[in-house]
């Protein structure tokens, strides 16, 4: 029974002492959250770089419905017309003026999809009453 009890405090002195094999863990550990920092960094700047292509798109449309809307309130009789753009096709349609309101439907098609709009504007200055966006 003696030598069983030496064996087993000669085997824990061992373990206490020889600390080397704990090292590889810890190592371990703080490479797993390098990387998963390092992936969520890099998920962050791609959803950021997502989120500006997807607005940089959104005015751009924008700003071709104000060109075409432009266009219309320029002309006096104005008349449907087509727009080419960088971003893709523009179809505008004009309604007959009812109660002082005409309405300019715009069918833009890009590379994403087709979208449209339909602008309210006072007859006589050419305001914007109102702004209806169909997907």
Same mark, same amino acid.
Not at 23 to 50: E, G, N, Q, R, T
Not at 81 to 107: D, H, K, M, P, Y
């Given at each position: 029974?003696?030598?069983?009890?030496?064996?087993? *405090?000669?085997? $824990?002195?061992?373990?206490? &002492?020889?600390?080397?094999?704990?090292?590889?863990?810890?190592?371990?550990?703080? &490479?797993? &959250?390098?990387?998963? !920092?390092?992936?969520?960094?890099?998920?962050?700047?791609?959803?950021?770089?997502?989120? !500006?292509?997807?607005?940089?798109?959104?005015?751009? &449309? #924008?700003?071709?419905?104000?060109?075409?809307? /432009?266009?219309?309130?320029?002309?006096?009789?104005?008349?449907?017309?087509? *727009?080419?753009?960088?971003?893709?096709?523009? #179809?505008?349609?004009?309604?007959? !003026?009812?109660?002082?309101?005409? #309405?300019?439907?715009?069918?833009?098609?890009?590379?994403? $999809?087709?979208?449209?709009?339909?602008?309210?504007?006072?007859?006589?200055? $050419?305001?914007? *009453?109102? /702004?209806?966006?169909?997907?």
């Amino acid at each position: 029974m003696k030598k069983k009890e030496q064996r087993f *405090l000669q085997f $824990g002195k061992e373990w206490v &002492l020889n600390e080397q094999g704990m090292i590889y863990p810890h190592i371990l550990l703080i &490479l797993v &959250l390098i990387m998963a !920092a390092s992936v969520s960094i890099a998920d962050s700047f791609v959803s950021k770089w997502k989120t !500006a292509d997807y607005v940089t798109d959104y005015y751009e &449309l #924008r700003i071709v419905e104000l060109m075409a809307v /432009r266009n219309v309130v320029a002309q006096s009789e104005p008349a449907p017309f087509f *727009l080419e753009t960088n971003i893709g096709t523009t #179809r505008v349609t004009i309604s007959e !003026a009812v109660q002082n309101e005409r #309405r300019v439907r715009i069918e833009t098609t890009h590379q994403d $999809g087709v979208f449209w709009a339909v602008y309210h504007l006072h007859s006589e200055d $050419g305001s914007i *009453l109102k /702004r209806t966006e169909y997907y």
